[in-house]
């Protein structure tokens, strides 16, 4: 095999490396001071849907960022080489993290209506934006000069590059309107439904969710600027905090859920579901 070649670097390349390798620490940081939690409140709980996803949210971010990890260590190439199928498959579970810590939020929105109807149209929004955004970021027919080049002289790197192209930016914009319709959705269900009353379990649903969505929100408004303004080789930098943030919150809103459960258990001595409220008028949903 021919001599390795060192890949291209600029200022932007190096601070996209910098803050993926630190979002990954902070993944990796928050999984052990967290996990004494999850071994409270989730492994010796039964196998729900709840729990499924919830497990996929926890732990597939860290193939997916551990891919990206990887690719921000590397600095060098052998000529001939590709790294295309890597970075399709680094973006896929990227974007399947986010799915999954979506339809976790999508299971306790439903969990404080009970309404198919609303499940339904939380599900198909779910999907008809995501695939849209998706399609839409493979055309060329938008923002077709997205495509980065190295500078002239420099080798076919075969997609080794630490880079990314601005069509990221369809994907969080989607995720943007789409949080800020749970939101308002978050706000209506809070104000006419639970309105005049409210016990412990719903006040931290309802809280955790808000803040769930405002971290998205702030974090995608960040990810679309980065997309927009600075030059080209500083749009990977968003490729880990999305999932990380995704990862994180919904993992503390699960554990919040369930040390709620448990202070509710104690002092009523009963049964309740996995998050799932009754009408307003009951406290809780006893099985």
């Not at 939020?105 to 934006?129: E, M, P």
């Not at 080794?160 to 949080?179: H, N, P, Q, T």
């Amino acid at each position: 095999m021919s001599n390795a070649t060192a890949l291209y670097v600029d200022p932007g390349v190096q601070a996209s490396k910098y803050c993926n390798v630190g979002t990954f620490a902070v993944l990796i940081f928050d999984y052990f001071i967290t996990l004494e939690a999850e071994s409270q409140w989730v492994w010796h709980r039964k196998w729900t849907f709840v729990r499924f996803i919830f497990t996929i949210s926890r732990y597939l971010p860290f193939v997916g960022i551990g891919m990206t990890f990887a690719g921000a260590l590397r600095t060098q190439y052998y000529p001939g080489e590709s790294c295309v199928q890597i970075g399709k498959a680094s973006n896929a579970l990227h974007i399947i993290c986010i799915l999954v810590a979506e339809g976790l939020l999508i299971t306790r929105i439903y969990a404080s209506w009970t309404s198919k109807r609303l499940l339904a149209f939380l599900l198909v929004l779910y999907v008809v934006s995501f695939v849209g955004a998706y399609i839409i970021s493979e055309t060329t027919v938008l923002f077709s000069a997205t495509i980065y080049a190295p500078p002239p002289n420099t080798p076919d790197p075969g997609d080794c590059l630490f880079l990314d192209g601005r069509d990221g930016l369809y994907e969080y914009v989607i995720l943007l309107i789409y949080e800020l319709v749970l939101l308002c959705l978050m706000l209506f269900i809070r104000f006419r439904r639970y309105r005049d009353t409210i016990g412990r379990l719903q006040k931290t649903f309802f809280n955790d969710s808000m803040k769930y969505m405002i971290c998205i929100i702030i974090v995608s408004s960040f990810s679309i600027s980065m997309n927009i303004f600075p030059p080209a080789t500083w749009v990977a930098i968003t490729d880990s905090p999305q999932i990380v943030i995704h990862s994180v919150v919904a993992s503390r809103i699960l554990f919040n859920l369930r040390a709620s459960e448990e202070h509710l258990r104690n002092h009523t001595m009963v049964e309740i579901s996995d998050i799932r409220f009754e009408e307003p008028t009951v406290a809780v949903d006893v099985e």
